[in-house]
């Protein structure tokens, strides 16, 4: 292209984005959250190829998005499956008429359990479990329904949250699960630190010995994380995995070297309402619309029109933007738009996300399982 | 009393402490947010006496709880009004009958402008300002719905958030507001730093000074802040006082010098889910629940059951908690009661808060202001 249409067409394309920002703040205001619907796809797309390539089911975590239309989306592209992490989020989704669910946590307690036998009699759950209390939820609430509950054991490789510590361990549960009519022996649950899956493998080696023993064969051997999409396939033996973050990306993705900007598909659009000192603007988005999450990144997030400004500080509702670094700086009245650190978290703000393509909003996608926290 | 009954009375009161807990968990599950509504009155009482004290009218924030249930309860205690941060959160607060607001942040923007004319239609509103493009925006709701807004200038002393630098930029904006038909001169407003009194009186002084050329005469001089009621009275001129966290109380008012344990009426009571190692349990409370503002304390919050253990670390489901150095060590499923740091950002959350009087659910309080980012 020559120059002057090169230059003509970007002029074409920021004008169309400066109706865009118009669009958004009579139409919503903000902050907004703001989806582009084409890279969601192509992230969706991108994700499911990963799986098809390492000969792995693709069970996206819903924990992202918390959007049933979403998660809908991720199944007719090809996922065989969704990973919930509250019950409340898969009571959400199973409405929606999603049936292979694995909820990744421990569930425990009377309120849980009849929940989980509610939801067992119009769908079949597996629900991951490190400890025997665990089972005897999940077998009071199979028995309750009448149907089993599928129990894949979380085993720890090295991140220290939940998971047992130790091949004998699981076996162990293994045994437990095969010996409760309520219960169904699943598989095995992983979540590799970055540089574990050596001792993932390891673990599993082992452990698979201990099932065979007793005659066991794990159907899902299940790993999990978006930065570990460059790990995808590492794990000889496994079956499917867990990526949440990368329908979206994030700071933190492009960090994690699993994503570049033009993969980050959501946006806050925020408005710069205070310019009390020249060198500092204050937003109208704090930590109740990006949480003080900074995903251990320098600043709360990426400002696309001005990369050299720094959310150096959040109050609840004020974000502080130090502008002396800028080019030019934002006046008062300007929307920003802010690739957030940890995208997780900051949907789980908003009741609603607005989709656009390109320049165009084209819908407004309800943020159904957010606030599901039991 | 003699030892023994002592024991048995607090033998007693454990007893019907865990039939709460067993309650709570059969209703609702975790985590749950539970206010103890006898604190919370004491708690209401408290601040309207303190203000009543020092003569100033009280406007509590309603940032905290979100609740227009509770607002009314402060409004019946003697709140002559209530301050928002949100438009939206005002929104909601008309609608339960409120009429004396101010709303504490520069609104910005044509959605926010023809929101805040539909509000203005209803009742007058009070908004702050610190710059003259957030005047327009009030001019043209104003005009929009044939009723001027009363503007209190936000003055900044020391927060370095919004507020105008100088008493000379609070009267000139003063002065705009003077000359526009509809604009009406309500006073100023402050969020004195805790050391920052002093310099408070300061600009306060010079500014009146300024605005007493114009003859113009500030009905509201605002001061904010629940650790700021140590320095209640210390502003010669002040009308009211903002404060927002007094009603729940916090670990972080713990630190600050205005509360005790005993004025904490909010805990997350949340389950023991994984004890995967010894010294670790993790918690169905992560950083969706708590957020990982720490407010700068030490830990993410005070576990009633086990002062000694840490919750050190979040993932967004998972809370790990340290109990090492616990008397006896949690076992999975045990509930515990932990009082956060920043009461504030976790009852945003949250939908609904459980009401409690003593050990006893008496209501279920929804959060309906929660999520009124715009």
Not at 34 to 51: M, S
Not at 82 to 96: D, N, P, S, Y
Not at 150 to 163: L, M, N
Not at 177 to 198: A, K, R
């Amino acid at each position: 292209m020559e120059w002057s249409l090169f230059a003509k067409a970007e002029k074409e394309s920021m004008l169309e984005n400066e109706k865009l920002k118009q669009d958004i703040i009579q139409k919503f205001g903000t902050p907004c959250a703001v989806i582009d619907l084409d890279i969601v796809d192509r992230n969706i797309a991108h994700l499911q190829a990963l799986c098809d390539n390492a000969k792995l089911a693709n069970r996206p975590h819903i924990k992202t998005h918390k959007s049933p239309l979403l998660a809908l989306r991720q199944m007719e592209a090809g996922a065989t499956g969704i990973t919930c992490q509250k019950l409340g989020e898969a009571e959400v989704m199973v409405r929606a008429g999603i049936k292979d669910i694995l909820i990744a946590t421990n569930i425990i307690g009377a309120a849980k359990s009849g929940k989980l036998a509610a939801l067992l009699r119009d769908v079949s759950l597996k629900v991951c479990a490190d400890n025997p209390t665990s089972l005897n939820v999940y077998a009071e609430a199979g028995r309750a329904a009448g149907r089993p509950v599928t129990v894949v054991i979380e085993c720890d490789t090295g991140q220290k949250r939940a998971g047992v510590a130790t091949p004998n361990e699981a076996v162990a549960l293994a045994k437990i699960v095969q010996h409760d009519p309520w219960l169904e022996f699943g598989g095995l649950m992983f979540y590799p630190p970055l540089d574990g899956w050596l001792a993932t493998q390891e673990f599993f080696d082992t452990t698979q010995a201990g099932l065979s023993s007793l005659s066991l064969v794990p159907k899902i051997i299940s790993t999990g994380g978006t930065p570990n999409l460059k790990n995808l396939g590492l794990l000889d033996g496994a079956t499917e995995h867990r990526s949440g973050t990368s329908i979206f990306n994030d700071r933190m993705m492009m960090a994690a070297g699993v994503a570049n900007i033009e993969d980050c598909a959501l946006t806050v659009y925020t408005s710069v309402v205070s310019r009390a000192e020249d060198t500092r603007g204050i937003l109208d988005a704090g930590s109740k619309t990006f949480t003080p999450d900074t995903g251990g990144l320098d600043g709360f997030g990426l400002v696309l029109e001005h990369p050299k400004a720094r959310i150096y500080k959040m109050a609840e509702e004020h974000g502080f933007i130090d502008i002396s670094n800028c080019e030019s700086r934002p006046s008062i009245g300007d929307i920003l738009r802010v690739v957030p650190n940890h995208v997780c978290v900051v949907v789980n703000m908003f009741d609603q996300l607005v989709a656009v393509r390109g320049n165009h909003i084209v819908d407004v996608i309800p943020v159904d399982a957010r606030g599901r926290l039991v």
